[in-house]
Every structure is written in structure tokens, then in C-alpha cells.
């Protein structure tokens, strides 16, 4: 996956104008992480917990919805043994990512 702040200010920027254009529209934005191009490395992973955090950060959201095809969040990979769901993720004041409780 990318690493952390590899989603630009300008790229921020741009994603919170567009959204915010599809959300004073009227329309619920449906978003998702995606293979990127990337200068660094040619190709990325710029994942939908990026989009969101970056998203947070210039729109000052106060809810986050993730919908998913497992049962909840879980604190490591759903398959793997003795993964628990995370009744509560609260990233903070500082929005940062791995604020999960």
C-alpha cells in the first residue's frame, strides 16, 4: 500500500472539492481504494482508508460509513485465527490512522 501522506494536498484537494460537489448535490459519494500510478513506483494501492482519512480531514466529517462483505471491522484479516471484531474505531482528534479501539 502507499505510504502514509502519499495522497497529495493537491489530490486532497481535489477529492474533497469533488465530493463535496456530489454531497451539496444531493448525492451520496460511494468510494473505494484503487490501483494508482504512482512516480515513486510506477503502480500503487491507494486504499479506501487513505481516501477517508483524507476526505475527514478537509470536509470535517463527524461520521464515516464502511460497508464491506464481512461481518464488521476486525482487528487483523477476518480469516485469520482469533480475529475480533472492533465494536468502536476512533481515530482521534488528530485523525490518524490505527486510532481502533
Known sequence: SMRDGALTPVGEGRLAGATRA???A??????HGDAVLDCATSCAVLSGDAVVLALCRRLHVRRVIFVTDVAGVYDRPPS????TILRVIDAG???TPGGAK
Open 22 to 24: 456530489a454531497l451539496d
Open 26 to 31: 444531493g448525492l451520496v459519494p460511494v468510494l
Open 80 to 83: 485469520e485465527p482469533g480475529a
Open 93 to 95: 482528534p488528530t485523525l
